[in-house]
């Protein structure tokens, strides 16, 4: 006699972010392994690879999603309020996540979840030691804290006394982001790496 293995019921609950268009939905679950980012900016980008990024992108008003370990940046467009929308998404979500569950499609193509994961995650390649340390502080001090905005950051370039750095999720376009870059982020790397004189976003 087979038995069935029951999964707890997954909870969902949403969270402001500093980004007034982006809301965080976090799961009572392990969404993608630690480590692991996964970018759309598109519907057409989530075709795929990521059943529950198609699912959310099914709303007509969701311009983007951030998924990262047990939650999920969604960015709106201008069309809704997110009193009028917010708690029908996290019932939509934690939904999903109770009927069918998946996140990524187990024929997912590599290079698609590596480009989907190159988008939000990667730092560049560090070509000397400045490079290494901004990259090492970014990690230990300005990631976590960014992460838990439902957002993500990282190092694109260190040239001529400027620091270029990504921002995806609830950051990317984000009034209070820049604020933050600018006094946060700016001033830690002026402290801690000489030569640095300004933090900028890349363009995307």
Not at 145 to 165: K, L, N, W
Request: a negative charge; charged letters at 20%; glycine letters at 6%.
């Amino acid at each position: 006699m087979s038995q069935t293995l029951t999964r707890p019921p997954v909870s969902v609950y949403a969270e402001s972010t500093p980004n007034p268009f982006t809301m965080r939905f976090v799961s009572s679950r392990l969404l993608v392994q630690d480590g692991r980012l996964l970018e759309f900016r598109s519907p057409q980008e989530t075709t795929g690879i990521s059943p529950l990024a198609e699912h959310i992108f099914n709303l007509p008003f969701v311009t983007g999603l951030l998924i990262s370990s047990n939650f999920i940046s969604v960015t709106r467009n201008t069309s809704v309020t997110w009193d009028l929308v917010q708690l029908e998404l996290r019932e939509y979500i934690q939904e999903y996540l109770n009927t069918d569950g998946r996140v990524v499609y187990e024929n997912a193509p590599a290079q698609a979840l590596a480009d989907a994961n190159e988008r939000a995650s990667s730092h560049a390649d560090a070509s000397g030691p400045e490079d290494e340390k901004i990259i090492r502080l970014l990690e230990e001090y300005v990631r976590p804290a960014v992460e838990g905005d439902g957002g993500h950051i990282a190092f694109r370039s260190y040239q001529d006394g400027v620091v270029t750095v990504s921002l995806r999720g609830s950051c990317s376009g984000c009034p209070s982001s820049m604020v933050t870059l600018k006094q946060g982020i700016e001033n830690l790397l002026k402290m801690e790496v000489p030569g640095v004189r300004e933090v900028v976003a890349e363009e995307l």
